[in-house]
């Protein structure tokens, strides 16, 4: 028990002597299809509809 | 780390999954080589993906390890010296984010079929028509005795309107030269979109205007740009008549719902740029170009037409195609014929994840027998007879569900699908126009090389949105 609390004092020492990370706060972004046709244009999302191999 | 095989040389771009064996996979990523502080996150199953920064996919992958809300935001507030509280709320909403649509399942997620409902019928009326290409994908036969029988026609449209069906495809042969055509056009139409498939010889000042009152969708046939292509095609005389059509429809108020219909092949792939601006010429809304296919006619007389193209001339079309919409030139619709690629499926379409219609349609053949896709009218998928069967039967039918349950299991029982990471959104590409060329579905066509380029260009623009 005690090697371990010299351990983790060990640890937390050396976290203490590094810069810290800078936090960049967490981003998500989602597309609509209608966004996708905008940002990068109708060649990257061809209509499923109407079927493109079918004839009508 | 492990790497599925997009992985390309930097040892950076490209594609990883968290290899944790403790980890279910339910999510993989894509990151790009430039120094980009953003990746994609696809999730292992569905056509669905997110951009998401460095601390997003830190989070992501601590809640798929951990578990835990808590446990991943003690582990972020330890990391980055930041409060608890901080990290709570960031990781909840990371949570929030993912855990809804499934990218945090702790087993992957099963696929499910797509559950039959008719929603489209599409007519071959009759085998009669006026011209005689050689590179048609019908059987043609002069005969009247052979057209769908009318009753059949009005029994269909019944059934799919009662069932709250939207639209229906008239087809041929030649369409027009079906005696009871405006009856049903007339009939249909007080509940249904009508879109009719013609070569637009027999479109004359009456027929134009009795299609726009109708507010009917008219795809005219077109194969060349002039008299010189298209009449090498499909017969002498024929491009005048077809492009006096394209004129009675716009003078008829109908240009907007016309649109062409092109079959790629070696006598005018040096002609397609010109059809296009013959197109805007006349304010069509879509080219269709359409490859080639060797079924009905085309089939008997393939030696003679010589009109196949090799792999590098559909790669050098597609090419082309493609650079055309990048540059948001021209100002219609082109599609290229290349199923099964797009990088969402549209919202519209969207509530079983799959792009392809098959399900919903019944393809009816002029002796009423009935297929789940025009490109599967071979009696493996054949899924009753409209003259016997009710249209419900057919769309409950075994072999329908069997063909919606192929049309799932493609994707990961396709061998080289399985190991690509690209597989949900392409779905494995078209079963139909797979079938016809390898004489199965459980392959793919010969274009996954171009989609993934495609795929690659297309997410490292994503990648690459200024905020």
Known sequence: MEEMKVKKTRNIRKTEEDPVTEYIPPKIVTYTSDEILEQIGPAMACSPDPCPGAPG | ?467
């Open chain 2, 1 to 467: 780390m492990r790497h599925l095989t997009e992985r390309t040389g930097s040892g950076l771009r490209g594609f990883s999954i968290d290899n944790n064996q403790d980890s279910i996979m339910s999510f993989f990523v894509y990151s790009s080589g430039r120094d980009n502080k953003n990746h994609i996150l696809f999730h292992a199953t569905r056509p669905l993906w997110m951009v998401i920064n460095d601390t997003g996919l830190e989070i992501a992958l601590l809640l798929k390890k951990t578990g835990s809300v808590e446990k991943s935001a003690e582990s972020l507030a330890r990391k980055y010296g930041i409060s608890k509280d901080l990290a709570g709320k960031d990781v909840s909403h990371v949570y929030d984010l993912l855990n809804g649509p499934g990218f945090l399942d702790r087993k992957t997620p099963v696929p499910q079929p797509r559950k039959p409902s008719l929603k489209t019928v599409f007519f071959h009326l009759t085998k009669r028509c006026n011209l005689k290409c050689p590179h048609c994908y019908f059987h043609q036969d002069d005969n009247a005795d052979t057209d769908l029988p009318f009753p059949v026609v009005i029994g269909l449209l019944d059934a799919l309107m009662e069932n709250e069906g939207k639209s229906i495809t008239l087809s041929g042969g030649e369409p027009l030269l079906y005696p009871g055509i405006k009856e049903i056009i007339q009939y249909a139409r007080q509940r249904l979109e009508v879109k009719i498939l013609t070569n637009g010889v027999l479109i004359d000042r009456e027929w134009a205007e009795f299609l726009a009152d109708m507010n009917v969708s008219v795809q005219i046939s077109i194969d060349g740009s002039g008299v010189e292509v298209h009449d090498s095609i499909r017969g002498k005389g024929n491009f005048e008549k077809s492009r006096q059509a394209l004129k009675y429809l716009q003078e008829a108020g109908l240009g907007h719902k016309v649109n062409f219909s092109t079959t790629v092949m070696k006598q005018n792939l040096h002609d397609l740029s010109k059809i296009i601006t013959l197109a805007e010429e006349y304010n069509v809304s879509l080219v269709r170009f359409l490859p080639l296919r060797k079924c009905g006619r085309a089939e008997s007389e393939w030696a003679s037409i010589g009109a196949e193209l090799t792999k590098d001339d559909y790669l050098k079309f597609f090419r082309y195609t493609s650079g055309l919409r990048s540059k948001g030139k021209p100002s219609l619709e082109i599609s290229c014929g290349l199923s099964g690629f797009l990088l969402k499926i549209p919202e519209e379409i969207s509530e079983d994840d799959t792009w392809c219609p098959v399900g919903g349609s019944l393809i009816v053949d002029t002796n009423g027998d009935t297929y789940p896709c025009v490109l599967m009218m071979d009696d493996e998928f054949k899924i009753g007879n409209a003259c016997q069967d009710t249209p419900m039967q057919m769309i409950q039918s075994d072999t329908m569900k069997m063909v919606c349950g192929m049309l799932t299991e493609r994707r990961s029982k396709i061998e080289k699908c399985a190991l690509c990471p690209w597989r949900n959104l392409c779905q494995a590409g078209c079963m139909g126009q797979t079938l016809e060329h390898k004489g199965t579905i459980w392959d793919t066509d010969d274009f996954c090389d171009y989609r993934r380029e495609e795929y690659r260009k297309a997410f490292e623009k994503i990648l690459n949105i200024d905020d």
